[in-house]
């Protein structure tokens, strides 16, 4: 009998286990970011992207992209009213004054955190990134160091 409560019990904790993880998991199974920041060559630092700005412009598309042209301050202001959430397929280049790219390798690039806050009754919500050309490698990646 003690037996069978058991094994009752470790299929329902794995169940519960399983339903769990689809709940958190499963919309970000579908849902991309789908960015192209385009850098400023040579940028090293702190990025910050902040969305939902009035009279900013909208971002350009490439293909499924958006193009987030940074500038030399390492800010960008759009319009567009949020970002994208989920699994990060973004793209980063530098760009030359003559429009090249260069892709930046991904242990060059942090990826901070999201940010809110408001302007009277406007909420701008704000991207952070962190750019290295020194310091690359995993520990940067993950930490920003």
């Not at 242990?107 to 991207?127: D, M, P, W």
Request: glycine letters at 12%; a neutral charge; aromatic letters at 12%.
């Amino acid at each position: 009998m003690a037996k069978n409560r058991i094994i009752a019990f470790g299929i329902a904790a794995a169940a519960f286990i399983i339903a769990g993880y689809c709940i958190v998991f499963w919309p970000y199974k579908t849902s991309v970011t789908n960015d192209i920041y385009l850098i400023p060559e040579g940028f090293e630092g702190d990025i910050q992207v902040n969305y939902n700005v009035a009279g900013a412009p909208g971002l350009a598309k490439e293909g499924k992209y958006d193009v987030i042209p940074i500038r030399a301050d390492g800010t960008y202001d759009t319009s567009k009213p949020d970002m994208e959430y989920g699994i990060v397929t973004d793209q980063y280049f530098y760009i030359s004054r003559d429009g090249q790219r260069t892709p930046i390798d991904r242990s060059c690039v942090h990826v901070g955190g999201n940010g809110e806050s408001s302007t009277g009754l406007t909420s701008i919500k704000h991207n952070y990134l962190k750019i290295t050309r020194t310091k690359c490698g995993d520990d940067f990646r993950a930490w920003g160091n």
